[in-house]
């Protein structure tokens, strides 16, 4: 059984009600566009980290919607002045917007969450700009600039301390296979505002070209199962996160990393059917993966 919010609040030492109001906003949002993540949050972590977690997780929500839709040119200048606001924020170690209000207080309690904020805003350009990727150096650069801060955002405060190479290395094998699986299952919505996200040099080595995407080729079959096996080495690898974090951190980061496979099985049986739309795995499983971590979670308190 969850601890109910107010409680949750309490047991972070978070008593100011504009602070209680600015996390609760918060804790909706995460609520509403990752329910899967939130449940697991909620479920398996200690009460004390839990407000926190859903602030980093918000800010990098909201930080990425601002930047998703529209001409390019806008989504820059978006970018930039959302980057000025939060720089703001930063200085003055405050916030009017609640959700920066609740950032900055997070910060304050988990100082190392600061350099990633700021690193995921200086990668928000890349995501701006991507249309595609020639090679896998291409995309590596996108993984490095983008998706690792905007993980690390969340992951550093998992870890007991300044978060170490070793443990640096662990997220990065796992955001980059999941950024791997995003493309995929992605693939239609992506296609659709004239992007793909499988690097040209993939494509080609199935003898495909983006634009024979939108024709269902027989040979994308063959391209989805290879890169399964990139996704599933890539968690493979990251699985030793769990000697990295606190004891208490450890059955989110394996159902994190569960959950994760269980989309993978989901993507390899969907296949072609990628191409019209995205999937999701069998919401049964995940609730059992749930339910066991949350058992020894409960060990662990």
Known sequence: ??????????????????????????????????????????????????????????????????????????????????????????????????????????????????????????????????????????FQHYVTAYSLPAFMLVACLLAPEAPGEDYVTGCRAFIEATQRLDFLDDIAEDLAEGRTGITHETLARHGLTPQDLRRQPAGFDALVREQAVLVRAGLEESRDLVHHVHTSSGPLVRALIDLQTLRVGAVEKAGPALLDGSTRPPPADALRLLGREYRAARRHR
Not at 12 to 33: H, T
Not at 50 to 71: E, K, R, S, W
Not at 95 to 119: C, F, K, N, S
């Open 1 to 138: 059984m969850t601890t109910r919010w107010s409680r949750t609040l309490d047991h972070a030492g978070i008593g100011d009600p504009a602070l209680r109001d600015a996390y609760s906003g918060q804790r909706k949002l995460v609520a509403r566009f990752a329910r899967a993540e939130y449940m697991a949050v909620r479920l398996l972590l200690p009460p004390p980290l839990i407000p926190h977690i859903v602030a980093a997780t918000a800010f990098m929500h909201h930080t990425d919607n601002l930047i998703d839709q529209g001409p390019v040119k806008e989504r820059l200048a978006a970018a930039d002045d959302w980057r000025q606001q939060v720089t703001a924020a930063l200085a003055r170690g405050s916030g009017e917007d609640p959700l920066l209000r609740a950032l900055t207080h997070t910060i304050a309690r988990h100082p190392q969450l600061h350099e990633y904020v700021e690193q995921f805003l200086s990668g928000a350009d890349v995501e701006v700009e991507w249309e595609s990727f020639s090679g896998e150096a291409d």
